[in-house]
């Protein structure tokens, strides 16, 4: 009789699915101690967010390092999540982890899908942050280019230098409706924010985390001092990616990017009881 074919090995258990971990965590309406934007649920609605498509944004293309050209980005490569108000006596650095953020739980769950955080740390007598969250898609490469995920997953390491992430971080500002001085003055050239402002990064295995101390730079401190004059009749863009310094990181794609509605810093900023 033929011998018995041999069993086959079990199959192996599926990876768990990515969780939307900001489902239940108080990322909209407000909370005691801290302010929340809410999602726009018409454009215009005082203090609110939409995210930002950013198509309407030119980026380096393929060629650019030799023939400087310019073309529109690709959809956003992130999904943009939610807008965090923060008052503190002094400055967060890696606001993630802080005991109180919503986010410090789950970052070490395995299905926890990559998060990358902009935390704006703005010195208004005591600190105001400004918390910018942005998810990784369950499918990378089907919103991004190989070169955008390749330059993407290296920020996310952490092993990342400290000089390269600051060298790629690349901010886009954009006053959409305001009083044509403060569009003047913010302008819309992008802007490697390491080389103006001090910035520290965090990295870790779901999460990278970069906080941009505004008050470190006389430029940046001024542009947000024109804009913190006449917010309520502001609305603004905030985009961001990361700059492509050679072939193997072209064309550039817009991560992600916010628009924000009238949004009256220094209203909230006085009902907010101190957070951490």
Not at 127 to 151: C, G, I, K
Not at 166 to 191: E, Q, S
Not at 257 to 262: E, F, L, Q, S, T
Request: proline share 8%.
């Amino acid at each position: 009789a033929p011998a018995p074919a041999p069993a086959s090995a079990p199959a192996p258990a599926p990876a768990p699915a990515p969780r939307d971990v900001f489902q239940g965590l108080a990322f909209e309406g407000s909370r005691a101690m801290r302010h929340v934007l809410g999602h726009a649920k018409e454009d215009g609605e005082p203090n609110t967010w939409s995210s930002v498509e950013g198509t309407d944004f030119n980026v380096r293309g393929l060629k650019y390092l030799s023939d400087g050209k310019k073309i529109p980005s690709r959809t956003a490569a992130l999904d943009f999540r939610a807008v965090d108000l923060v008052k503190s006596q002094s400055r967060i650095d890696n606001i993630v982890q802080h005991p109180q953020c919503p986010l410090r739980g789950i970052l070490s769950d395995t299905a926890c899908p990559k998060i990358f955080v902009v935390n704006f740390q703005v010195p208004m007598g005591m600190y105001m942050h400004f918390v910018l969250y942005a998810q990784v898609p369950d499918n990378p490469l089907e919103r991004m280019s190989q070169q955008t995920w390749n330059l993407l997953q290296h920020v996310f390491d952490p092993a990342c230098s400290k000089a390269f992430a600051n060298d790629h971080f690349k901010l886009i500002p954009r006053i959409t409706v305001g009083p044509w001085w403060v569009k003047k003055a913010a302008g819309t050239t992008p802007a490697i924010v390491g080389k103006k402002m001090t910035c520290r990064h965090f990295h870790a295995k779901n999460y990278y985390e970069i906080d941009i101390d505004v008050g470190s730079s006389p430029v940046g401190a001024t542009i947000f001092s024109l804009v913190r004059s006449c917010v309520r009749s502001v609305v603004v863009d905030l985009t961001y990616l990361l700059e492509g310094t050679s072939e193997e990181y072209l064309p550039e794609q817009i991560l992600a990017g916010v628009r924000v509605y009238h949004c009256d810093l220094d209203a909230v900023y006085k009902d907010m009881p101190i957070y951490y």
